[in-house]
C-alpha cells in the first residue's frame, strides 16, 4: 500500500504492443455514449455527484473543498452532515491527492486525462502546477451546461495551464486529443470518475484508448462501478473481482491494483461509513509502449539502420 499512496514504482519494463486490428481500431473510433436526445439521466446523476461534493464541502473538516459544486445543486437540496464522509468523496479525495502528487513530478508539459461525468471541477478547483494541460472526455451536453454554469460564477484555469474537452460522443476520441495536443510520448495520467460506462464493452474500449495513447509507465486510476463485474461476469466475492480486474487489466497491458476504502478513510484519519460500498477504487501501470512511441522507435530503428548500410557501401 505504500508505494501506491505515492504511486511511486520501479520503472516498468516496456511489453510490446499488438497489432492494433481492423476490429480494434473500429472499436477506439466508435467511443461514444450511446443516448438519446431526451434523455436527462446523465445531467441528473451529474446533479447528485456534485451534491456529494457541496455537502463535503460544508463539513466541519471537509475531505477537500469543492467551491464550485454549489452552482450546479438546487437552492433546496438537503444536506446530509453524517459523521462519515461519503465513500465517493474519499474516493474524489484519494483520485485528487494522487493526480497532484504525479503531475508535480513531471518534468515540462504534464498531461492529465479526466473522464468524468462533464461536471468534474477538478480543473477549477485543483493546484494544478504551471504548464499543466488538462483533458476532459465527458458527455458535451452535461459538459457545457456545466461550464456556463462556471462561468456565470467566475470559475478559472489556473494561470499558465490549459483546459480541453473532448466530447464523448466523438467519431473518434483519439484523434481528438491528438489534434488538441495530446502526445503518446510524454508522461501523462488518466483518471475516471463518474464517466457514463452502460455495459462491460464500454469501460473496454476505455481500456483500449488509454492503453493506446498512454506513455510506458504512466497511470490510470480512479473509481468503478460495482454492476462491472458482478452484473456482466457474475462476480460476487472481492478475490473474485480481483482475479476479474487482473485479467481484464492485463489483457490490455496494465498492471492493476484495487485500493481498499479502509485504508484509505484511515489513512485519512476518517471513519468509514457502516453501509456497504462496491464500487472499485483502483490504480493501474501501463506496462506498454502508446501507439506514438512505437512509431517513434520504428523510426529511430530505420533511421539507424539506414546509416549503417550507407557506412558500408561507402
Not at 493546484?127 to 462561468?151: G, H, M, Y
Request: charge should be positive; charged fraction near 20%; include cysteine.
Amino acid at each position: 500500500m505504500e508505494s501506491l499512496v505515492g504511486l511511486e514504482r520501479a520503472p516498468a519494463t516496456g511489453i510490446s504492443r499488438p497489432p492494433l486490428t481492423c476490429a480494434s481500431r473500429k472499436k477506439i473510433n466508435g467511443l461514444r455514449a450511446k443516448l438519446r436526445d431526451d434523455d436527462d439521466s446523465l445531467l441528473q446523476t451529474a446533479i447528485n455527484a456534485a451534491s456529494l461534493r457541496f455537502q463535503e464541502t460544508h463539513r466541519p473538516e471537509p475531505l477537500f473543498v469543492d467551491p464550485y459544486a454549489g452552482c450546479f445543486v438546487p437552492p433546496n437540496v438537503q444536506m446530509d452532515m453524517k459523521q462519515c464522509s461519503q465513500p465517493y468523496c474519499l474516493a474524489t479525495k484519494f483520485i485528487d491527492d494522487k493526480l497532484l502528487r504525479t503531475v508535480n513530478h513531471i518534468d515540462g508539459v504534464k498531461q492529465v486525462v479526466l473522464l468524468t461525468d462533464g461536471m468534474d471541477t477538478r480543473p477549477y478547483r485543483l493546484s494544478w502546477p504551471t504548464s499543466t494541460v488538462i483533458f476532459d472526455i465527458s458527455p458535451e451536453r452535461v459538459f457545457k451546461t456545466a461550464a456556463e454554469k462556471l462561468e456565470g460564477v467566475g470559475a478559472k484555469i489556473p494561470r499558465n495551464c490549459l483546459f480541453c474537452h473532448v466530447p464523448l460522443e466523438s467519431s473518434s476520441t483519439q484523434q481528438n486529443l491528438q489534434a488538441k495536443g495530446f502526445n503518446g510520448n510524454r508522461p501523462s495520467i488518466w483518471a475516471i470518475q463518474g464517466l457514463p460506462l452502460r455495459t462491460l464493452a464500454s469501460f473496454e474500449e476505455i481500456l483500449l484508448l488509454v492503453s493506446n495513447m498512454a506513455m510506458n509507465g504512466c497511470f490510470f486510476l480512479g473509481l468503478l462501478p460495482a454492476w462491472l463485474a458482478e452484473t456482466e461476469v457474475g462476480i460476487k466475492s472481492s478475490s473474485s473481482t480481483k482475479q476479474w480486474m487482473d485479467k481484464l487489466f492485463m489483457s490490455n497491458g496494465f498492471r492493476v491494483d484495487m485500493i481498499s476504502f479502509e485504508d484509505v478513510s484511515r489513512n485519512l484519519g476518517k471513519q468509514l461509513p457502516s453501509e456497504h460500498y462496491k464500487n472499485t477504487l483502483f490504480v493501474a501501470e501501463q506496462l506498454r509502449f502508446s501507439d506514438d512511441q512505437v512509431r517513434q522507435l520504428v523510426c529511430t530503428t530505420t533511421i539507424s539502420v539506414c546509416c549503417k548500410i550507407i557506412v558500408v557501401f561507402k
